[in-house]
């Protein structure tokens, strides 16, 4: 399967965005599909993923209330809707897919993941 993250940009703290992840080649639907994020030296860290199999979807601490991941089988697309942004939610988003289910303790890990998208830059500022 091949990943095209977009939808990253530039907004002021408090705004919003939606992101991207189109699948091609793939059924997201068949995927358990992940997005991370890599802010300018820091590691990548995870901040949601949503489940082949549907179900609750698990977020990092800090998006927790303010990003929602889901998931539209028509367009073969999963999104990353973020809310009341932060500065610190600055970062290079990537989204990241596994064939079928991961079980929940390597769900945040990048090893879990074997496709990945080419990143889409996110800029909040103050």
């Known amino acids: 399967v091949q990943l095209q993250a977009s939808g990253g940009g530039l907004v002021q703290a408090g705004g919003s965005l939606r992101l991207s992840c189109a699948a091609s080649?793939?059924?997201?639907?068949?995927?358990?599909v992940a997005w991370f994020r890599q802010a300018p030296g820091k590691e990548r860290e995870f901040v949601s993923a949503?489940?082949?199999?549907?179900?609750?979807?698990p977020y990092a601490d800090a998006v927790k209330g303010r990003f929602t991941i889901s998931r539209d089988n028509v367009k073969n697309t999963v999104y990353l809707q973020m809310n009341s942004l932060k500065p610190e939610d600055t970062a290079v988003y990537y989204c990241a897919a596994q064939n079928g289910r991961i079980i929940t303790s390597l769900l945040k890990g990048t090893r879990a993941y074997e496709y990945w998208g080419q990143g889409t830059q996110v800029t909040v500022s103050s």
């Open positions: 949503f489940r082949s199999s549907g179900g609750t979807s």
């Open positions: 080649g793939g059924t997201v639907s068949s995927y358990t």
